[in-house]
Structure formats: C-alpha cells, structure tokens
C-alpha cells in the first residue's frame, strides 16, 4: 500500500520481510562489480616529501630580514611559477610522463599540474599562525617516477625560495643606492642654499641678536666718548689759539729781563705736556678717572697763571697768524701743537664717523633679525628633512647590505627538506575499500528504489488499515487465510468489485437480490 496510505515502521518491517532479497541481491552484486573495476582502473602512486621551514640563524634585533612577506603568499607565488609551462615541459619530456596516453603537450601538462599537490602544514601552538612547513606531493603510474618528479619539484621549491630571497634582497639593496643618491643630492643642494643664506646673511642670522645689542651698546658708549672727547680738542684748540696770539703780541713788545721772558715760555710748554697727557689718558679712561681729574686740575690752575699775565692782542681769537721766520721758541711750539691738535681733531672726527657707521649697520642687522629668522627657519627645516631622509636610508641601506650577505651566506630563512620523497609501496588509487563501498551503497540504493516502486504500484489489501484506506468503512470481521490460492484470487476480484461498486454508490446487497 506504498503510496496509498500513511505507514508504520511495523509496514516497513513488513515490506522488509517480504521483499528483502530485492535489496540483497543488488547489495551483493553491486561492491562485487566495484571490486572487478579496480582491476580495469590503472594504478597511481604518490611520492610524498616533507619540507621544513627553517627561521634566519641571526636574531632579527641583529639584522632585520628584507624579505618581510607572509610565507604563505610567497609559497602560493613560487607554486604558481614552478607550475608553469616552462618548469613542467622540461620534466615531463626528462621523464616521459604520460607519453602512451595519446595527450597533446598541453594535455600532459594541465595533468601533470593536477597529480602535484602542495599542501601547507598549519602551527598548532596556540595563538600562532605560523608556516612551519608543507608536503609535496606527486601522482604517477610507476612508483619510481613518482618519486622522482616529486625530488624535482622539492628541489624547484628549495631553489626556488634561495633565489627569490636573494634577489629581493639585492634589489632591495640597488632601490635603496638609487634613493640614497637622490637624497645625498638634494641633501647637497640644500646645503649649498644654507650655505649661501648664511653668507648672505652674516650677523643676521638667529642667534646673533644678544650679540649684535652688545655692540650696539659698546658702540653708543665708544661714540659718546668720541663726541665728548672732539669736544675737548676743540676746547682745547680754541685755548691754544687765544695763547698762541697772546705770545705772538707779547713778542714784539716783551721788554723784561731775560730771566722773566722765559717764565712764559716755560709755562706754555708745560701746558702742551699737560695737554697731551690728558689727550692720552681721555682716550683710555674715563672723566671720573683719577689721574684724569688730577691732570684737568693742573692745567686749569696753569691756564689762570698764564692768564695773569699782561698782554695786548692784536689778532682775532678764531684766526691764528701766520708763522714768521721771526717767531720766538714758544711760537713755534705753539703752531706744531695747533697742526698736532687739527690732525687729532680730523682723526677723532673720522673715528666717529666709523662708529656711526658701525652703529647703523648693528641697528639695520637687529631690525631685519626677525624677517631673516622666519626665512633661516624655512631652510635649515628643509636641510634637517633632507639630512633626516638621508641618515634614514643610508641605516636601511646598511641593513639591507648585511640582509644580502646573510642570504648569500645561505644564514637566512631556508627550506629544508626534512623527509626525501619515499618509493611507495602500493598504490594510491584505486582504492578498494572505496569501490567496494561504492558499490555497496549503489546496491542498497538501486534495491530501496524497486522496493519502494514495487509497493507504490502493489494495490493488494492485507491489513484492516488497507480496508479502511479503501473503503473508510470499519471491518465486521475478518476471515483467516485458508492456504488456498485460488480461493484469495476470487475473494480479491470480489473485494475490488464491492469496492467500485461502493465508489459508484450502489448497493451490492440490492443488486444481488434481483
């Protein structure tokens, strides 16, 4: 009643009973079958090999490692060059694989790619995502070409990660003595605009100001000294006049003894030695200097005394006269002290005229310091940046120097070959069991579905649940099978009769009594 009716695991075991050697006889064919096809299938070996990856024998806190990239990328970017046509045509016409399968070259190669597996080896440490290595493997018909394919390929993979390392770490190298170049050449170029800025700029420069105050200060001090001083030359000068014209009145007039004419004379060249010394001490000291006051002293006192003396002038003060071959001792000393006194006044005034000019330069250099400040920041910020760069990539391209001697030494992180590829036994596939259990499952499947199909059609009453999924009528009785075949037939040719005729809703009972 598979179909008809809703049913209960006693159906199925009841089905199962009766109809068990539909799923048995496929059970047992079918893994029979499967194990026949393993002797037709052709048997493949695989060559397995362990690769180990080794870290770099010198700490990195030592020398840093160039190469930076995850293992992982670099062992699927390696994968992908060895398994190309270039790597793989060489080896499979060294070893003639697949040559009596009737492939193109092509064809032998996508296969060849097919049979190679890679397989990472994941950490198990906690928290670690590490590569520590990877298998390789390879399929052939013949054990010892699959170990031997599988050595070249380990030893792609070995060689293959040696060169790769060291010409990163020598391009590496070559990109840093490129950048190193340009940087030492903008390095010198900024330099040389420093260089020039502070030529330019001598005295201007940040850093120079509490000194250039200094001088502006020592320089008013010299420049107030300097005035102070001209003035007293000129004071000096105009008393030296007013004598010189009183000597040249007295000297056609002086009618004293010799004795007493020669007090005056004596006094004037006392006076021009006070004179001069004061001349030299004003010039070292200052007017509160002791020495100074005592000379001031002096040649007050010596002017009153010579100021005592009578005499008629008949010269004007500002106008000295002219020298005469005449002129008295006296005279002629006091016209060198005049031309003396001219020459120092001239020269005090060129003095002064210095420090002024010294004066106007300092006070130009204090007022333009803030505006060269700003500019001298601007370019001595570029110089350190370029300076910093350089220092920078000359220390990496220090690194990545000991980094490519590292790998040329082979000290780097390496490949290392842990187990040689093996001489496999028996062969990878077919797999037997595998088969066999394919077959069986097929089996048991293909037998389910005739069983089900076979109950889903089968229309036959056996139970009162059949009648009431027929009839949806309740069951008075029910009479035992009597071993009697021919006696089920008509019984049952009866029930589907009384079963249509109940569909048509007719009364069986009324039909037979007529």
Known sequence: MLGHRALTLQDYSTILKRRWWIIAIPAIIFPLIGFAITFLVQPEYMSQTLVLVEQQKVPESYVKAVVTEDLSGRLASMKEQILSRSRLQPIIERFNLFANSGLSMDDRIDRTRKNIGIAPIQSEIARTNGLPGFFISFKANDPRTAQLVCGEIQSLFVSENLSDRAASAAGTTDFLKGQLADAKAKLDEQDAKLRKFQQAYVGKLPGAESSNINMLTTLNTQLDAATQALARMEQDKSYAESILQLQIQNQGTQTAPERGGSAPQGQQAELQQLLAQEADLTSRYTDDYPDVLSVKRKIKELRQKIAETPSTPTTT???????????????????????????????????????????????????????????????????????????????????????????KRQQGEQFRVMDEPNLPESPSSPKRPVYIAGGLAAGLLLGLLIVGTLEYLDTAVRSERDIWAFTQLPTLGVIAFNGEPQLVKSRRRWFRRRSADLTAGTNPLMNAGG
């Open 317 to 407: 003060a500002s106008t000295p006269p002219a020298a005469k071959a005449t002129d008295s001792l006296g005279v002629q000393q006091l016209r060198a002290q005049l031309r003396a006194m001219d020459q120092g006044i001239a020269q005090k005034k060129r003095d002064q005229a210095a420090i002024q000019g010294q004066l106007h330069l300092y006070q130009e250099r204090v007022a333009s310091s803030p505006e060269v400040e700003e500019e001298y920041k601007a370019i001595t910020r570029d110089n350190q940046t370029a300076q910093t760069f350089y220092d920078d990539l000359l220390n990496k391209i220090q690194t990545a120097k000991m980094a490519t001697d590292l790998e």
